[in-house]
Every structure is written in C-alpha cells, then in structure tokens.
C-alpha cells in the first residue's frame, strides 16, 4: 500500500514540475534553460514606427554653397541692370511675391564673397538694387516699392551668372506698369543705345586677325592654314560694323602680313579703342574635339586654356601663365575686366543663337587665359577661337564662305548687344 501510494505521489511530483513556468525550470536547468524557454515564450518584436523625420529633406548645412564672387551694375536710359557672377549654379525664387514694401528675390544656399562685400560697403551699386547677407545661407535683392516699373531675372550659364533687369518707375520712356499678377517678370523693351563717351561721338572697335605673313598659325588636315581663315572673318565683320551709326573700325591688319602681338596691343591703345576683338582657330591634338569657345584675360583655370594661350602668344608652356597680381598690377582695371568678361558671354551667346541649329555646335563657353593680346590692351578685350582646324568637318566649313559670314554676322551682334547694355568709361 505504502509503495503504491509513494508511486502515485512521485508521479504527481513529475506531472507538476513539467507544468513549472520558465523561471521555475531556471532552478533546476540553469541559465541555458531560462533563455531557451523564455525565448520560446517571446512574441515577435513589433516593426518599428516609422520616424517622421526620415521625409525630411537634408539641411542646408549639408548642402554646398554657392559663392557670389562679384556684383555690378550697369545703367542706360529705361533700364538698369544687376549682374552677380557666381562659382556655381543658384536657384533664385523666381516669382517673389510683390509686397507693401516691394520685391524680394531670394538666393537660397548662397554667400557672398569678401570682394563682394566690400563693394557693397563702398557703396558701389546702383540703385534700386538692395543686396544683403539675410542669413549664413541666403542672399536677398530687394527692389523697393517705387522704385520699378517691371523687371526681368535671368539664370544664365557658363559662367554662371544671374542677372535682373529693371525699369525704372521715373523713366517716361518705359511701358504701362506692371499687370495684376505679383512678381511677375515681364519682357523688357529694348533699350535705346546708350550716350556717347564725353568727347567722342563715335565708338572705336579694332579687330584682331590672328597670326599672318610668316606666322600661319594652326594648319588643318587639308591644308588650311589659321592665318587665311582669320582674315576672311576679320574682313567680313569690319565691313558689318562698319554700316552700324557712330562706330569706327580699325584693324590691326588687312592683308597677310606679320604684326607682333606687342604692336596690335600698341595700336588698339594708340587708337583709343573702346573695344578689342581677336579673331583665332582653335587647334587640338585629338581630331574628334570641335567647337567655339569665347576667352577673356585672366588666369588660366585648366591645363587646355593655358595650352591655347601658350600656342596663340607663341610662348613655351613653362611661361606662359600669369598670377593674379596681374589684375591690379597694369592697366587692367577691375572695370575693363568685368566689360571683357560680358562682352566675351554676349558673344558667345551670339554665336550659339546664331550657328546652332545649321552646324552640329558645341559650345566650350567663356574661359580665361593669359593672351598677351588681352593682357596688354586697355580696352574690354576678348579672343574668339571660332572653331577647330584640326576637326576635318570643321576646316570644311571654315573653307566655306557661308560659315565665315555667320560667324562674322555672330561676332557683329554680340558687339551691338553688348554696346546696347553697357556703359563704357570716358577714355
């Protein structure tokens, strides 16, 4: 009896300790056995709320800026223009809200540069231009309430620049005001040329045909040679510019004859000359390379442009690039450069509009080098390197009198916008 009775407690014993919860087993199986049993027992972990934060665009910081490197304005009867040269690319607000106190055009993610700054301090822009620094990353133009009649904002490339246009409101030659819509940036008229430098009534423009006589300059695969391609431009843009009111042209030749660079420079400043244009064809290594690309003095910032000046001055590579003492050193003011630098975009925008379309163009933009041409000319001064010879479907067209004329009649617009816009010092 004891015995069975002493079975059934025993197996009552067991029956008990395998209904035991885990923790209980942990007296009897030790640590190996809690984390089995609890594990078991777990249920699966819950997915994790998503974080709202995780829409959120990056922050300003972690964006880079882009530098306003330069302000300027430029100012002719019923319209008043702003120029901001940039190291990169800007996303302006384009359509600003017109408010009481007038219109505000954002620059997010900008700075401007300490040149900048200083030239704001001094006081160097025209009215009814406002420019601050409105935080660490944002640049605002303001144009107050009164002061405007309709303006225009342009995002321009190679190099990037924007530029706003304004009407003033107290010009009696401007069109009725701006339309209902705020912000608003209507099509300007177009301006009416400007005054006359005092003492002159006429505009000297000297044109520059690269190379001739013993210096042929690039040679083509055919044959072609610089010198005659260069001459036939020349030629052809004096007797365009030559029909357009108040302006004289000079040339620094006009036949295939050897001129140091040092004389053209020499005869252009002898002269007087409101402008300076060099005429070249550019010259590549790789055949395949084609295109138009405008140049304006100043460092060279890659390897190419200083090889193109080096073969243009006739120079060794080892000599030819400059450092930016330069720029303030002589007689090149920061006003001729910025005249050079937009007389070199509005002709090579020129040149674009014009060819674009009836060639297959590539447009290498608006670069700086130390051309001993634009160095030493006081005048705003660009070099026009209007294709390449060294591409054979290029030194066809360059053999072709229809494409020297385009180019000619290219050039020929890009001087008449630029005289249009800018304000040349008395000289």
Do not use: C
């Amino acid at each position: 009896m004891r015995s069975a009775l002493w079975r059934i407690f025993i197996l009552a014993f067991l029956v008990g300790l395998f209904h035991l919860p885990g923790h209980a087993l942990n007296l009897f199986h030790g640590d190996q056995a809690f984390a089995a049993t609890s594990a078991a027992r777990q249920e699966p972990p819950a997915k994790p709320k998503r974080s709202r934060t995780s829409r959120i665009h990056l922050a300003p910081t972690a964006l880079g800026l882009t530098t306003i490197q330069n302000l300027r304005t430029a100012s002719s009867p019923g319209l008043t223009r702003l120029v901001l040269d940039l190291d990169a690319k800007a996303r302006p607000n384009k359509h600003p809200q017109l408010q009481a106190e007038g219109v505000t055009i954002e620059i997010p993610n900008a700075t401007l540069s300490q040149f900048a700054k200083t030239k704001l301090t001094a006081g160097k822009i025209a009215k009814p231009f406002i420019i601050t620094q409105s935080s660490e990353r944002s640049v605002e133009v303001s144009l107050p309430a009164g002061s405007f009649q309709r303006y225009k904002l342009l995002t321009l490339a190679n190099p990037h620049r924007l530029v706003i246009d304004v009407v003033p409101s107290s010009d009696p030659l401007t069109a009725p005001p701006v339309e209902s819509t705020p912000g608003l940036a209507l099509p300007l008229p177009t301006p009416p040329r400007p005054a006359q430098p005092r003492g002159k009534s006429f505009k000297t423009i000297v044109i520059d045909p690269g190379h001739g006589g013993k210096d042929p300059g690039a040679r083509g695969q055919r044959g072609t040679e610089e010198k005659d391609i260069t001459l036939k431009v020349a030629l052809k843009l004096r007797d365009l510019l030559s029909k357009q009111p108040g302006v004289r042209v000079l040339m620094t030749r006009d036949r295939d004859e050897f001129v140091e660079l040092e004389d053209r420079a020499k005869f252009a400043n002898g002269q007087e000359a409101d402008l300076f244009v060099s005429i070249h064809v550019n010259s590549h290594p790789q055949h395949s390379v084609k295109g138009i690309e405008i140049y304006h003095f100043g460092e060279a910032k890659d390897q190419r442009a200083l090889e193109v000046a080096a073969r243009e001055n006739g120079t060794p590579l080892n000599s030819t690039g400059v450092g930016w003492e330069y720029l303030v050193a002589d007689l090149l003011t920061a006003k001729k450069f910025e005249a050079s630098l937009e007389l070199a975009w509005t002709a090579k925008e020129a040149m674009v509009t014009n060819l674009n379309g009836r060639y297959s163009l590539v447009d290498h933009g608006v670069k700086t080098a130390p051309f001993y041409v634009l160095r030493f000319t006081s005048m705003p001064s660009i070099l026009a390197e209007i294709a390449y010879i060294s591409n054979s479907a290029e030194e066809d067209m360059l053999r072709t009198g229809l494409f020297t004329t385009r180019v000619a009649e290219a050039l020929m617009e890009g001087v008449n916008t630029f005289l249009a816009s800018a304000k040349l010092a008395p000289r």
